[in-house]
């Protein structure tokens, strides 16, 4: 890999533990997909509103939304309100490979989901009061590969206490996540607002059009700042020139795993250069 970068603090461990990955000429799709299975199958980040620990719905059960789409091909795939399968974005893989369709949902998505293989291993409906019933973060991954080719996926258990059948921007191509030939971007924070303004799709925009990711990021966060002041909107993205680019409209963020309270937006950048992973703050507008 050239570059990965992950949305959030809490996506370092997993993103240090498959640096060995990184280090190959693998594909970046394979590498995307590792790293949010590692943290989809790990009860620990359920507080992060991710994977088999995550909150549940108004109804008492998890629904999962996931998301992948490769860059060059722009191949896509996803699945919402996806039930019982916490590894919701290897679901959306084979939706990308597999299915002639380019996004299945709720029912019919676990019907794929079990048609391909996949097996029903979270079976929790009931409400666990250890759980906080607050936040809305949302695991979003771009990796850059030595090809420059570019990939994104996203994943989320979604919105505490949503309604069930509820889909935020996550999942959606333009909203949580974009990707072309020229650069790939991915969206966390409040998803019922953010997919109004179509911002992956918008930072990848211009980034084919010459901005480096960070002019686009932040000028897409400039942009939904103005319309809605009210929105907490993060953004992250990099082009196949191994540049990076992440902003928000965070004023503060406690990660829910360390209890470490970061005066904005954190998020983690590995690249070919670096022998760890870095944790950085992104430029708030508010």
Request: hydrophobic content about 35%; aromatic content about 8%; glycine content about 10%.
């Amino acid at each position: 890999m050239d570059l990965v970068i992950g949305t959030w603090s809490f996506c370092f461990d997993s993103i240090k533990t498959e640096e060995e990955v990184l280090k190959t000429h693998g594909s970046c799709l394979d590498v995307v997909e590792k790293i949010i299975n590692r943290i989809e199958e790990d009860e620990r980040y359920g507080s992060c509103v991710i994977g088999r620990g995550g909150p549940p719905n108004s109804a008492g059960y998890r629904e999962y939304d996931a998301a992948v789409m490769e860059g060059r091909t722009l191949k896509f795939g996803a699945v919402t309100a996806l039930r019982g399968i916490p590894t919701a974005v290897s679901v959306a893989r084979a939706v990308m490979e597999r299915s002639p369709h380019s996004m299945l949902s709720g029912e019919g998505a676990g019907i794929f989901a079990r048609d391909q293989g996949f097996s029903i291993t979270d079976t929790w409906t009931h409400q666990n009061p250890s759980i906080p019933q607050t936040g809305h973060d949302t695991l979003g991954v771009i990796a850059v590969s030595q090809d420059k080719n570019l990939a994104v996926g996203v994943s989320t258990s979604g919105a505490p206490e949503k309604h069930p059948g509820r889909v935020g921007d996550s999942a959606l191509p333009g909203g949580g996540l974009y990707a072309n030939s020229y650069g790939a971007a991915c969206c966390s924070a409040d998803g019922d607002q953010i997919l109004k303004f179509c911002p992956a799709f918008h930072i990848v925009h211009l980034i084919s059009q010459g901005k480096s990711p960070q002019e686009a990021c932040e000028k897409v966060i400039q942009y939904i700042h103005g319309q809605s002041p009210g929105i907490e909107v993060a953004v992250i993205a990099a082009n196949t020139k191994g540049q990076y680019g992440a902003c928000s409209t965070v004023r503060a963020w406690t990660d829910p795993l360390t209890q470490k309270h970061y005066p904005g937006f954190p998020f983690i950048l590995w690249s070919k250069e670096t022998s760890c992973p870095e944790l950085k703050l992104a430029p708030s507008i508010s």
